[in-house]
């Protein structure tokens, strides 16, 4: 059982559709991060939310930290081809120091 | 740029070899991780280093161990390598401090297969 649950895993989508990942567990976190990762590379640090009901954008991407600070989420408006990659969620739980990964959102989006 | 290197990125061995995943960083960070990512199981904490010559077991350090002699280089190794280690291995470096909210940076990875 994952302590970070992502869905969808999987998500093939056309070229300039919405689309909306979500991260979340019965846990409280101190921050949670969302990485991308593209084939053949290492995640790579997108954003980190720490404030309940935090909302963060980066251009088309759009993160959000649920109020009790337990769930997160990431919205991609007019997703386009260099947007496919692997999502990951990470959090640090509170009172805790270590990182812990969800599996990921694997997202296609065709052109 | 900030980097973080693996000495491979396709690795394949024969079971029961001992086997070197080499890591090296350039930011000058204190913590040095070693994951591995399985589909469906996301990232999963093998081992971890915050300094030079200390380190701490992850999740699933079986199998597994690593060595950090200098800064910048951290080792893993899998003293008698078996199937189920078949996998994709990911470095990663971060500074220390403030450790909930800090960025890992991560290398290419290597895909490793054991036959």
């Known amino acids: 059982t994952q302590l970070l649950e992502q869905s969808p895993q999987f998500l093939s989508i056309q070229e300039g559709e919405n689309l909306t990942v979500y991260c979340n567990s019965s846990s409280v976190f101190s921050s949670l991060q969302w990485y991308r990762q593209e084939p053949g590379e290492g995640p790579v640090l997108l954003v980190t939310v720490v404030t309940g009901g935090e909302v963060k954008k980066l251009k088309r991407l759009t993160f959000q930290f649920g109020d009790a600070r337990k769930d997160s989420s990431l919205h991609i408006t007019a997703a386009q081809p260099g947007d496919t990659g692997l999502y990951l969620c990470a959090g640090v739980k509170t009172g805790g120091f270590k990182t812990i990964f969800g599996a990921g959102t694997r997202l296609f989006v065709k052109a | 740029d900030v980097k973080v290197t693996q000495s491979s990125r396709y690795l394949v061995k024969r079971t029961g070899e001992k086997v070197f995943l080499e890591c090296v960083q350039d930011?000058?960070?204190?913590?040095m991780f070693w994951y591995r990512q399985d589909p469906g199981l996301g990232l999963r904490l093998i081992y971890f280093s915050y300094d030079v010559k200390m380190k701490e077991k992850g999740d699933i350090p079986e199998g597994y161990s690593v060595s950090r002699e200098k800064k910048e280089r951290f080792s893993l190794i899998l003293e008698s390598a078996s199937t189920n280690q078949t996998s994709m291995y990911l470095c990663?470096?971060?500074?220390?401090?403030?450790?909930?909210?800090?960025?890992?940076?991560f290398g290419p990875g290597t895909r490793l297969t054991v036959l």
């Open positions: 930011m000058d960070h204190e913590n």
């Open positions: 990663a470096s971060s500074f220390p401090g403030g450790l909930p909210y800090n960025e890992q940076f």
